[in-house]
């Protein structure tokens, strides 16, 4: 078993039946929308989820896990999500797979939110993996400059050579800071660029950081 799998089945233990579930995007979520779809299957597990993407959406239904519309659930018991980075007071870069506004909307309308990692994601400072940021597509050559001059050093997100849209039709930039010092400001400077629709900073919102170790331990934090 892989340590993506082994932090996404040690969240998974924590749905019970009833419950309305948040399912996250990327490798690691992956394995926690397989272990659901498991146990849907195989124990009769009773929940209902929604996605935070398109790729998960699909897989869920695949699984034949219940998926519904954000109309017909108000509020979530969890959300399982993986994350790029993670830090000792618990704040993210998330973003990695281009999903971070709807990865953010749904966790911010969670009781909790449950981030599944492999050891190599926890850091002592956010900023080594560059921050996603996304950008509305209308004057976005003005947005990047503006995230230059807070000294962001961003670059437009690429995919199979083209420009990488998000589901939500927007852009990423990739902000290649090295080290934030201050990742709460920054996280509201960023945002408070007309242009920018969110960034990938997740400050104070992970209930519980599941760290799965090469030694084959699992750190809960
Ligand atoms: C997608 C995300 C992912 O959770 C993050 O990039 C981690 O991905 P992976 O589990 O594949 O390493 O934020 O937008």
Known sequence: MNLKQLAAIKAVEMIEDGMKVGLGTGSTAYWAIQEIGRRVKEEGLRIETVATSQASEDLARELEIPILPFSEIPHL????????????????????????????????????????????????????????VEVVPFACEWTLAALERLGCKPEWRVKDGEQFVTDNGNYI???????IEDAPLLEQQLNRIPGVVDNGLFIDMASIVIVACSDGTIDVR
Request: charged share 30%.
């Open 77 to 132: 018991d969890l959300t399982i999500d993986g994350a790029d980075e993670v830090d000792p007071q618990l704040n993210l870069i998330k973003g990695g797979g281009g999903a971070l506004l709807r990865e953010k909307i749904v966790a911010s309308n969670s009781d909790k939110l449950i981030i599944i990692v492999d050891e190599s994601k926890s850091v002592e400072t956010l900023g080594a993996f560059a921050l996603p």
């Open 173 to 179: 930039a990739d902000c290649r800071i090295e080290r």
